[in-house]
Nanobody
Framework: QARLAESGGGLVQTGGSLRLACAVSGGTTGDLSLGWYRQAPGKEREYVAFVSRSGLYIDYTESVKGRFTISKDNFRNMVYLQMDSLKPEDTAVYYC??????????????????WGTGTLVTVSS
């Protein structure tokens, strides 16, 4: 199984930007479907974004469309989540996850094989 480590979280004001990074080891991003998820205090974990193994399919949950961008760098074995126009409701611990053959539907329901430990994003109002 791949091992994942997130970084890049922090405190940002409403309207600001952050870029989260996820380093992948024990696997290559070119052979993995990758997703970002988040869990706000007192809430269930929520799907945020997905990029397929081939990189051809990308999906976002409705609340982040037009503001967040997922990408992967197969040379560096990294996956990123660029977050712009941040809102207080984006405050959460963000996790990256991977699976060799996950479809978009499987990613949306959280059926991923490996998970990172998360990075905290706090958006102040």
């Amino acid at each position: 199984q791949a091992r994942l480590a997130e970084s890049g979280g922090g405190l940002v004001q409403t309207g600001g930007s952050l870029r989260l990074a996820c380093a992948v080891s024990g696997g290559t991003t070119g052979d993995l479907s990758l997703g970002w998820y988040r869990q706000a205090p007192g809430k269930e974990r929520e799907y945020v974004a997905f990029v397929s193994r081939s990189g051809l399919y990308i999906d976002y949950t409705e609340s982040v469309k037009g503001r967040f961008t997922i990408s992967k760098d197969n040379f560096r074995n990294m996956v990123y989540l660029q977050m712009d126009s941040l809102k207080p409701e984006d405050t959460a611990v963000y996790y990256c996850a991977s699976s060799p053959y996950a479809t978009t539907a499987e990613a949306i329901t959280g059926h991923m094989e490996s998970w990172g430990t998360g990075t905290l994003v706090t958006v102040s109002s």
